[in-house]
């Protein structure tokens, strides 16, 4: 047992009951503890050279009614990006089996809507069909669900949601007015409810405080259930949307809200998401150290650019890490 402000901790035990308080001393900790705690933690549930490396498609780009303030998919924003219709399921594939050969273990697709009309969610599910045919795990982020909708895409054999919760509740209205942060909770409670592993995390580096990021951290360590995977994105500063300027994010500060989120979620898959193109090498290596297990890889990454296959093959080289198996 360890002492974190007011509260004993058990190192590496799965918990829901965390305060802000307890999170906040964690945030607070000079860093080689918190790394040393987090790769402590880290060993308890994985192998710490293994990296689970899933590749993202956006199969429904741009147009999208939400006006989230960091993406250039919105169509309240002037961001250079084209409004698609819903990709073909054979060009799907295509990329799925491309994906697949490249190493990925998980196949996301993403689709910049509020939520999924009924026919849309047909043409989702024949895809998810494909994708698990191939052998492939199954991911997906469509906007809102209903619980309906939700219980249909489990049906068609959906391995993972993603619906992030972006920050903190009180930082939620300056990046979103669309929708509020209790539509996210709710989508997050059907799918939970309806048997599909839950992908939910958020983005640093919008002008949240570190207030911001323990409530975010906070929110996500006392669901009901830990979201299975835990993407944690570095903003990538768009031109054209409200925040394409403005100060950028330390990166210790992303290295130690991922140590953070590995010591308070120990048996989540902590995803090291957008921004890591903008990364140096040595800035991933620490996001590894501190926990992080998981990257998207692929040129793109719905419409910003990732590092490609190649970049990341010799980074994992370097490091000695290895691609997680399926
Ligand atoms: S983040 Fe998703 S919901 Fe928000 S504007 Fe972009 S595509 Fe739409």
New binding site residues.
Partial sequence: MREIGNTTETLGSVRHDWRRDDVRALFALPLPELIFRAQTVHRLHFDPREVQISTLLSIKT?G?????A???????YEAGVTASKLMRTDAVLAQARAAQAAGATRFCM?????SPKDRELDAVCVMIKGVKALGLESCA?L?MLTAGQASRLKTAGLDYYNH?LDTSPEFYGEI?T??TYQDRLDTLGHVRDAGINICCGGIVGMGETLDDRVGMITTLATLPVHPESVPINLLVQVAGTPLATGPRLEPLDLVRTIAVARIVMPASMVRLSAGRQEMSDETQALCFLAGANSIFSGEKL?TTANPAHERDKRLFDRLGMVPMSG
């Fill in positions: 741009g999208c009614p939400e006006d989230c960091y993406c250039p998919q919105s169509a309240h993403g689709a910049a809507w509020r982020t906007g992030n979103i669309t929708r719905l």
